[in-house]
């Protein structure tokens, strides 16, 4: 999943925002993320932790955003 997420920002640009709750230990299970195509083709991604980003590796966080479709916007 990591090479594909490497794939994808060689050809495309990608906006990804991070929500977190800071003083909370993180639900990855009640997280979610929603990922949209904008017109001109570049990708946008909301990901909704519930809990703190910093308990996430990169590589953990990167395998749960690509879990999720990418939809026309």
Known sequence: ???ARG???QTQIAY???LGVPDL???LESSICERFRWP????C???YLDGRAS?????QLYAFIER???LRG
Do not use: R
């Open 1 to 3: 999943m990591v090479a």
């Open 7 to 9: 794939l994808l920002q």
């Open 16 to 18: 990804t925002l991070i």
């Open 25 to 27: 230990p993180l639900h």
């Open 40 to 43: 001109k083709g570049e990708i």
């Open 45 to 47: 991604e909301l990901v």
């Open 55 to 59: 308990d996430i590796s990169q590589e």
């Open 68 to 70: 999720y479709p990418i």
